[in-house]
């Protein structure tokens, strides 16, 4: 089946420095990428839409020079925290669809998400 | 906008026993999707079972089962024969018909399975 792969599964960093965070389509090719930001014991709250080729679509509130998405290629979205803080700490998880496959019946596939820790 | 609603923050089942799980959402889209996933502790996001909005016939998925409810914006899910593996975060999820894929998630319940 479809996998979605996200790398690196943790990450720890000094308060300042910039993370990137890949998602890979393993075997399809995504023209849409999602990235999600996760609070422990909270719901996944959509960040932003990556779009191949284009420039990806943030939803209200998300600072988008602050969190940097490229998607490059049909099977590679990266999302970039830049100048990253504490407050930047949090669970992301990436999430792409088949695009060969109807809407509602291939649904999004998950990574298996990353947690940012920023000291 | 849309929005979806799990109004149950926790709930805890014994073993081989049936767990509902409540869900409601608003939207004037008359083409939609609706999904329940999983989460486990390992956090991975685990698809359980989708509904589509045109389709009258409550979706099943061996033990999962949903109760969809058109006109009322509602949609639960039931757990049969509940095993210890079941034990996650489980969220309702809202998905618009057409080319956004975008989905909006509820925002959970947590539920323990107890033997």
């Known amino acids: 089946g479809a996998v979605v792969s996200q790398h690196p599964s943790w990450v720890i960093c000094k308060s300042g420095t910039s993370v990137k965070i890949e998602c890979r389509s393993l075997d399809f090719q995504a023209t849409t990428m999602f990235w999600y930001r996760q609070f422990p014991k909270q719901s996944l709250m959509l960040m932003a839409t990556?779009?191949?080729?284009?420039?990806?679509?943030?939803e209200q509130g998300v600072e988008k020079d602050k969190f940097l998405i490229n998607h490059a290629s049909l099977t590679l979205s990266t999302l970039t925290v830049t100048s990253a803080h504490p407050e930047d700490s949090s669970f992301y998880i990436c999430?792409?669809?088949?695009?060969?496959?109807?809407?509602?019946?291939?649904?999004?596939?998950f990574g298996d998400g990353t947690r940012l820790s920023i000291l | 906008a849309q929005t979806v609603t799990q109004s149950q923050p926790e709930m805890s089942v014994q073993e081989a026993e049936t767990v509902t799980l409540s869900c409601t959402y608003d939207t004037s889209e008359s083409n939609y999707y609706l999904f329940w996933y999983k989460q486990p502790p390992s956090r991975q996001m685990i698809l359980v079972i989708r509904?589509?909005?045109?389709?009258?016939q409550n979706a099943t998925e061996n033990r999962f089962s949903v109760n969809f409810q058109k006109a009322a914006k509602s949609f639960s899910l039931k757990i049969s024969d509940s095993q210890l593996g079941d034990t996650a975060m489980y969220f309702c999820a809202f998905m618009k018909g057409g080319s956004t894929d975008k989905l909006i998630f509820g925002t959970g319940t947590r539920l323990q399975v107890f033997p």
């Open positions: 509904q589509e909005a045109y389709k009258q």
């Open positions: 990556s779009n191949e080729g284009s420039k990806a679509t943030y």
């Open positions: 999430s792409a669809r088949d695009p060969t496959g109807q809407a509602g019946i291939s649904p999004q596939h």
